[in-house]
């Protein structure tokens, strides 16, 4: 039997086993589809300790739950700091939990974007400006071993990540006894696109703006519901933003919105080039969780109005509940099938275009406006066909949406 992850393919890529492993012979790389995975080059140095096999999610098909479980208990929460909810991606509950924790002897692990290296990363916060690039989500698949090694066993974190990161990193400290130290968070989680599309993108955008030195991907400006949008400033200083998106007197950024087309977010949010163990073997939906404290968007129809951003917070654990509770944000309590309205209920399957897209991806001759194509056309094929089997319902649709544009 084999008792290192050498033959291990397409998992979650968490990188605990890079972490683990007492030779250090692990590496974590981008595979050919643009998603992270173990190499080992020098084999023969493996001791067969088979550690990084036992902190491994993706091998086992249980949940490592935390010690002492408990009933859980949900909640809308949002920052009463205008600025932070500003930023944030939702109600900003993953900043006020990490600065709440920092003024309590915690450092934080959590993930900024690297621009040299165009790529997100976990990293370690010791101070409030530290924590600062941890704000928004980054959404692509982070590179977690060099934050994850950092967060040295014998002193206390908060640890943020995916489901599957967290499940592993759970596994890890109950391996080495060391959970006490630490306060698990992770979210509700769609699943990682391949950063192949991340690389066109890129390249698609620096054409425009010239070398990027800003990415974010959530833009309040014209309301969280309409927040998906990307904003990207390069090293141009004349780039004018043609889709006429309010900057906040801010130059030169490109703004890029999911509702005017952008192309990230068309490929991500329509589940077409997720990590094929998104598909396959996610086992985190729902409240499916390791974490002590899951976080999301409170999407749905109690908050439907609102437009600073309300995050969904639900607690496993005695010590989630009470960090929750201590953290200084806003709270208001719902059963845990408000909070989690609008979440994907089960894993996404592949779509039929699904190779096509991989190839396209592969092949550093096209561009994302290659594969957003291929997209953008089933999409299309997908409406048509819908419109056939029931013109009329689709006309009303169509009438009751113009009306929604007028009104506006
Ligand atoms: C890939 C991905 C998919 C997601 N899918 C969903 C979803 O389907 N439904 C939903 O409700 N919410 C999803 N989220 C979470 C959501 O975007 C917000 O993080 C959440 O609403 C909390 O909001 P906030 O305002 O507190 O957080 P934010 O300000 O967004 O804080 C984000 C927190 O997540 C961490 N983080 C940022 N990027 C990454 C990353 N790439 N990998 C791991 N950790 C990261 C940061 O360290 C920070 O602690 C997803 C996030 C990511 C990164």
Same mark, same amino acid.
């Given at each position: 039997m084999i008792d290192n992850v050498s033959e291990i393919k397409d998992c979650y890529g968490c990188g605990m086993c890079a972490v683990v492993c007492p030779q250090h012979i692990i590496d974590i790389r981008l595979n050919s589809d643009g998603f992270y995975e173990p190499h080992i080059d020098s084999l023969n140095k493996c001791v067969h300790c088979k550690l990084c096999r036992d902190? $491994?999610?993706?091998?086992?098909?249980?949940?490592?739950?935390?010690?002492?479980?408990?009933? #859980?208990?949900?909640?809308?929460?949002?920052?009463? *700091?205008? !600025?932070?909810?500003?930023?944030?991606?939702?109600?900003?509950?993953?900043?006020?939990?990490? /600065?709440?924790?920092?003024?309590?002897? +915690?450092k934080v692990c959590g993930v900024r974007y690297n621009i040299e290296q165009n790529r997100a990363e976990h990293y370690v916060a010791t101070t409030i400006e530290e924590l600062s690039p941890s704000i928004g989500? /980054?959404?692509?698949?982070?590179?977690?071993?060099?934050g994850f090694k950092d967060a040295n066993r014998n002193n206390?974190?908060?640890?943020?990540?995916?489901? $599957?990161?967290?499940?592993?990193?759970?596994?890890?400290?109950? @391996?080495? =006894? $060391?959970?006490?130290?630490? #306060?698990?968070? *992770?979210?509700?989680?769609?699943?990682?696109p391949s950063m192949s599309i991340w690389h066109k993108y890129i390249?698609?955008? !620096?054409?425009?703006?010239?070398?990027?030195?800003?990415?974010?991907?959530?833009?309040?400006?014209?309301?969280?519901?309409?927040?998906?949008? &990307?904003?990207?400033?390069? !090293?141009?200083?004349?780039?004018s933003n043609s889709h006429n998106v309010p900057t906040k007197g801010k130059d030169n950024f490109l703004i890029s919105k999911l509702s005017q087309g952008d192309m990230f977010y068309r490929l991500f949010l329509s589940d077409s080039c997720l990590g094929k163990s998104c598909y396959e073997r996610c086992k985190f939906k729902g409240r499916h969780s390791?974490? *002590?404290? =899951? #976080?999301?968007?409170?999407?749905?129809?109690? +908050? @439907?109005e609102n437009e600073e951003g309300i995050s969904a917070a639900i607690a496993f654990t005695t010590r989630g509940n009470e960090t929750l509770n201590q953290c200084g944000c806003a709270l208001v309590a719902h059963p845990f099938e408000?909070?989690?309205?609008?979440q994907m209920p089960v894993a996404p399957t592949k779509p039929a275009y699904y190779e096509r897209l991989r190839?396209?991806?592969?092949?550093?001759?096209?561009?994302? !406006?290659?594969? *957003?194509? #291929?997209?953008?056309?089933?999409?299309?094929r997908e409406r048509l066909k819908r419109i056939a089997k029931n013109p009329i319902a689709a006309?009303?649709? +169509? &009438?009751?949406?113009?009306? @929604? @544009?007028?009104?506006?």
């Open positions: 902190v $491994c999610s993706w091998l086992h098909d249980d949940l490592a739950l935390p010690t002492g479980n408990n009933p #859980i208990s949900s909640y809308a929460a949002w920052s009463i *700091d205008k !600025e932070t909810r500003d930023k944030c991606s939702s109600g900003g509950i993953a900043f006020d939990l990490g /600065k709440f924790l920092l003024s309590h002897g +915690y989500s /980054k959404y692509i698949q982070s590179y977690t071993v060099d206390k974190y908060l640890i943020t990540g995916t489901p $599957c990161q967290i499940d592993s990193f759970r596994r890890y400290i109950q @391996k080495f =006894r $060391c959970e006490n130290n630490f #306060i698990l968070v *992770d979210f509700f989680c769609h699943g990682v390249a698609w955008a !620096e054409k425009k703006v010239g070398r990027l030195n800003y990415v974010s991907w959530r833009n309040k400006v014209s309301g969280w519901h309409d927040s998906w949008a &990307m904003t990207l400033k390069g !090293e141009k200083t004349n780039y390791s974490a *002590d404290i =899951r #976080i999301g968007d409170l999407w749905g129809k109690t +908050y @439907k408000v909070v989690a309205e609008g190839q396209c991806l592969a092949n550093p001759n096209k561009t994302i !406006e290659d594969a *957003d194509l #291929i997209v953008k056309k089933a999409q299309q006309a009303k649709g +169509y &009438m009751a949406r113009l009306i @929604k @544009k007028i009104l506006k």
